[in-house]
Every structure is written in structure tokens, then in C-alpha cells.
């Protein structure tokens, strides 16, 4: 009955901008909080067996990555969940938005005539419908980035967040960090546009996987008695896991109901690396994100490295791909996808995926800048607890700290771990890469870090510290 409600709501929005479908795909992407890697039963690199959980089951995504492409090198543009999904939406990194943290002020970021997701989608054919529900992270309303539909500018706590210790308790929902609810409009988002013969984007932004621990009772029990992970071993986490799994699964269904899977992309991913562990983030030791380094909070490798899986017209089979990409790329790739790739972008750090997805000869994403970059300059108090900045080109990883210059140097396609530097042995490639880093944050103007600046409490302007 509440979906039938919704779609009557809908309807008459959609219908004030009523036009022909044409062959314009439709996209739904659905964007997990806080979940690892290997925080689902998806191989994300067939070559390593620890890049699927071992303790964690999500049957609906193991299903429908068979017939999707993995991304075995796949990045959040930052380890926090605000930069990111900036960076998701305007195809930007967070040096480049001086946006790097959660809580910081944005009223610097032209949110209005920058170019998001929704608006290229509509840039390429006015009769898209676009839709946003669950957490949106962004300092500003879903509708000033071109979205029809959404749940407005909601934060964690709308998902249930309480920043105490009593995040970490396994507590019983019947709606567990709204998947259901969150669910079922998107449901019904996707049975109005059908309806009516447009074409969609829907983006739904869980609230799971992040704290507080919310899960359904008959989750929990099945945790409580199967046999833990040797390195993921919360029974809370992993029944909130396989809830979302159930709410994607869903929608899978969905998809499949409306006959629309030949001409739906789908696209899973996560906002960045799961915490280390629970409570807190204390030991890094074999945590949750292992092999991968550390987690949540800084640019090793367990705090940006994310599943990313693409299913959609003429993927017919799973095929991995180990390419580095990033999510600042799903903008342009999302243009290039609706069938246009002469959208101008100002200043975008992504490139398409498209020729890699469908050209198996395709080695590069074609970017304008030479690397993935993360910027993190600030104390966290947390993980790696000092200002510090990454790039990613190849199959190497420089991670530069700015307090002291100090350099860290890791072939990742062999170095999952990050446990040999190899500053001093690979000196060549060392300057060549610390050079790209900093020269690209002085292009970008990047905020700039100084002791005692949190980046939280104050303006941009008037902090004014940049490279």
C-alpha cells in the first residue's frame, strides 16, 4: 500500500516533465556506506582469496557479479565518506573541490552551476528523470545538483547514527538503517518512470554499512551461530551486512520484474574503506580490511580501496578488471554510457570506463591528469594520525606526509599489505611520482596543511592555506 502511495506521489512530478523514452539507458547506482573491499562474498581479485570476506555473505551481489564487470583496483577519492561522494557527483577530487573532510564548510563549491550527475544526464536528454534516497553527505540539497526526486540533504543520523560507544552495540530493527524503506522508494521511483516511458537515474545511498549496528532479528541469529572469520568476525556488521544484500537483491528483483535489464546499467560501490575494526579503530593488526593496510580514516590501502561492480547492455558475463579506476571517473563514464561523449567538462579529474569495460585491448582510463590523488591533510586522531597526501599511477602508490616531506613508496599490484617501501631502492620512481603529487596539488590549489588547522571550524577563505 505504501508503494502504491509513493508511485501516486511520483507520478505527477514525473509527468510535468513527460516526453519519449528514445534509447537513453537507465542508471541505478547503489552506493554502500563504509564497506570494505572484501566486505562481501564477491571476489574482487580472483588472484587474492581474501578480496571476499570470510565470514560476511552477500548472496545477491555474488549472483549478479556473474554477469557484471569487477573492478579489482577500484578507489574512493578520499577515506571519508563527505570528499567522496563530492568526488562522485561533479567528477572532481577533493584537493580540486577543496573539499577533504567530513564537517567542513563548503560554501566555497558552486554547487549550483557545477556539473553533477543528473544535470549531463539531462545535458544529453532532457526527458531524464532523476532520483536520490538515503544519505546524501553534501553540503547542499540533492535539487541544486539537478535531482527531480529525494529524501533532501539527510546525514548519518538520519540512518540511526549515535556517536557514542553504544554505535557498536547490535541493536534489532525490523528496517535496519532504512534498507526497506530506502528499498521501496526506489521501487517506486523506478515503476513511475517505466510507467511513463522515461528514462532514470536513481541513486540509492545506504546508510549500511556504517555505525550505529542496526540489524533484523533473524540476521543476527544466523551470525550468532556460524562459524567467525579468521580477520571479520562482528556478527552485527555481518548481518547488517547481508540486510543490504537483501535490499540490493530487491531490486535486482525489480529490475528483472520490468523486463528493463537490457537497457539498465547497474553500478555498486561503496563511499570508502571499512573502519579497522570494532570499537573504534585501535588495532590495525589483522583488521577487518586485511590483507589491504589499515582503513577508514587514511589513503592506505584498506581506507580507499572499494568493491565497484558494472552490470548493464552487452555485459553478459563476469570479467575482472585491474585498471586502476576511481570514483571521480563514474561521472564522465555515466555521460559517456547515456550515449554522449562530447559533454565538456571544465576541470574534471575522471575519465571514462567505458572503452575499458567493453574493449578487453583498452590498458588506460583516459584522464586529463596523470594519477588518482588523495589528499588528507589534516590530524585525524585516528588512523595514520599525520597530514598526508597519495598518488596511485601504475602499479605503484607514493604516499607523501606533509609534516615532514616523509615518502612511502609500494608496488601495490605485488604489495597488497603496503609492507615493503620502496623510497630508497626505486629512487627514480619515487621523485617522478612525488613530483606528479606535487605539482598536482599546487595546480589544484589544494588546501595546504598547518599545524592546528582542523579544516572544520572555519571558511576556506578564512583559513587561507593552500599549495
Not at 567528477?91 to 554547487?111: E, W
Not at 515503476?191 to 554499512?209: E, G, R
Not at 590495525?284 to 572499494?306: Q, T
Request: overall charge positive; proline content about 5%.
Amino acid at each position: 500500500m505504501k508503494n502504491i502511495k509513493l508511485l501516486f506521489l511520483i507520478i505527477p512530478i514525473l509527468q510535468s516533465i513527460y516526453g519519449q523514452r528514445g534509447s537513453s539507458p537507465n542508471f541505478i547506482f547503489i552506493l554502500a556506506d563504509d564497506q570494505g573491499w572484501n566486505g562481501t562474498s564477491v571476489k574482487m581479485m580472483e588472484r587474492e582469496p581474501l578480496s571476499q570476506s570470510d565470514y560476511y555473505q552477500t548472496p545477491n551481489l555474488k549472483k549478479w557479479s556473474s554477469n557484471a564487470v569487477i573492478f579489482s583496483d577500484a578507489y574512493a577519492a578520499a577515506p571519508v565518506c563527505a570528499p567522496s561522494r563530492y568526488s562522485i557527483q561533479f567528477g572532481k577530487t577533493p584537493a580540486r573541490l577543496s573539499l577533504i573532510r567530513v564537517g567542513m564548510n563548503s560554501d566555497h563549491i558552486s554547487h549550483k552551476k557545477m556539473k553533477s550527475i543528473p544535470k549531463v544526464l539531462k545535458e544529453i536528454n532532457s526527458n531524464y528523470v532523476t532520483a536520490h534516497f538515503g544519505k546524501w553527505g553534501i553540503g547542499s540539497d540533492p535539487k541544486t545538483l539537478g535531482y527531480d526526486i529525494s529524501d533532501g540533504p539527510t546525514k548519518n543520523k538520519d540512518g540511526g547514527f549515535v556517536n557514542n560507544k553504544e554505535q557498536w552495540i547490535s541493536t534489532i530493527h525490523k528496517d535496519p538503517k532504512k534498507i526497506f524503506s530506502l528499498t521501496k522508494k526506489a521501487i517506486g521511483f523506478m515503476d513511475s518512470a517505466v510507467l511513463i516511458n522515461k528514462p532514470f537515474y536513481l541513486q540509492v545511498s545506504h546508510y549500511a554499512v556504517h555505525a550505529s549496528l542496526q540489524m533484523q532479528e533473524k540476521t543476527l541469529a544466523k551470525y550468532q551461530i556460524l562459524e567467525k572469520g579468521k580477520y571479520q568476525n562482528n556478527e552485527g556488521l555481518a548481518a547488517m551486512t547481508e540486510d543490504l544484500d537483501e535490499g540490493v537483491g530487491m531490486v535486482l528483483k525489480k529490475v528483472q520484474e520490468l523486463g528493463i535489464e537490457k537497457n539498465t546499467y547497474i553500478i555498486y560501490m561503496s563511499d570508502n574503506g571499512s573502519v579497522p575494526n570494532i570499537p573504534g579503530a585501535k588495532k590495525y593488526d589483522h583488521s577487518y580490511n586485511f590483507p589491504l593496510s589499515r582503513g577508514k580514516w587514511d589513503a592506505m590501502e584498506g581506507g580507499i580501496r572499494v568493491p565497484l561492480l558494472i552490470s548493464g547492455p552487452g555485459i553478459n558475463s563476469s570479467k575482472e578488471i585491474n585498471i586502476p579506476v576511481s570514483g571521480s571517473d563514474l561521472l564522465p563514464t555515466i555521460a559517456d554510457l547515456a550515449g554522449s561523449n562530447n559533454i565538456q567538462f571544465n576541470n574534471i579529474d575522471g575519465g571514462s570506463l567505458k572503452e575499458i569495460i567493453y574493449n578487453n585491448k583498452e590498458k588506460n582510463v583516459k584522464r586529463n591528469v596523470s594519477g588518482i590523488f588523495f589528499h588528507v591533510p589534516y590530524r585525524n586522531g585516528i588512523a595514520l594520525k599525520r597530514p598526508h597526501s597519495a598518488v596511485r599511477k601504475g602499479d605503484y602508490k607514493l604516499i607523501k606526509f606533509q609534516d615532514n616531506g616523509e615518502i612511502l613508496l609500494f608496488n601495490v599490484l605485488k604489495d597488497l599489505k603496503e609492507e615493503i617501501n620502496l623510497a630508497d631502492k626505486n629512487q627514480k620512481i619515487a621523485i617522478e611520482l612525488e613530483k606528479i603529487l606535487d605539482d598536482y596539488l599546487a595546480d589544484v590549489n589544494a588546501p595546504k596543511w598547518q599545524e592546528g588547522i582542523n579544516w572544520k571550524n572555519k571558511a576556506l577563505n578564512e583559513i587561507n592555506s593552500f599549495h
